[in-house]
């Protein structure tokens, strides 16, 4: 199970319960985890957590809008006092670069680990470790990406016990049948490494966005088993705003996620308004009456594990 925690949950501005965005995802059996945006104070946040800086490897920015980029170079700092030496990967959107060099040039800050800096383009595909990530272009006032995250599928388990009942001996016969090749024995007999391998497990399809008015950008890489993305406003609410910003409302989400065949969905980016008055429910509500699937509204310091 990967487990995901979200660090940072509200829109624009900090609340007195919500942080601006930031998201760890740490996969299943590593040590190593991965930060989605830095607002400001994400150093703070993840104190409050299990997580350490020390062991944050990579970090993805979804756009350079302040509510998911000024926690940056506190972060950066930080990790290098505490002596971390190992590389820290940063990919986001161009300029990205320019904007860490200048603050870090003006600030003599001097990491003592290396940091790579990788901007990336709409449509392109990262491989890592056991995962691929492919970037969505999405529609916001500026250059804003989202994350589909795919995991590769886990080999299912080999029968140690029936593969030494049938009398296999143990070594190369047993790796080829592992990887569900068919072997003949000394005796003549031949045995079929799918009779001994279980189902594989299908690896996870998760969708972490940024910033967008417009969620079925990802129908490309459709269905999802987890859906995080922004809700900013209720479709009432946003109805009547004077001035428009490119957000989507709770409504427009749960429709975009019903046709593209998503398993669980959680709403993020949440506006201030809704923190008073016991009001997320009425996103939460909004989402359930076009959504059939779990759907739940994001909080500070929520865990999950999918
Ligand atoms: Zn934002
Ligand atoms: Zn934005």
Redesign the pocket.
Known sequence: MHTITFLGTS??VPTRFRNV?ALALQPENSKKWMLFDCGEATQHQIMKTSLSAYNLERIFITHL?G??VYGLCGLLASKGMQRSESALEIYGPEGLREMLGCVMHHSQLNLPFDLKIFEIDANSSMRFEDFRIDVVELSHSITSYGFVLTFDDKPGRFDVEKAKKLHIPEGPLFAKLKKGESITLPDGRTVSGTDLVGPSKKGARIVIGG?NDNPLLFSPYAPFDLMIHEATYTQKDFDRLERKFKHTTAKQLAQAAQKMGVSWLILN?ISPRYDKNGRISELLDEAKRYFDGRVDVAYDFMKIEI
Do not use: I
Request: proline content about 0%; hydrophobic content about 10%; charged content about 25%.
């Open positions: 829109a624009g965005s809008h509510d998911h910033d980016h």
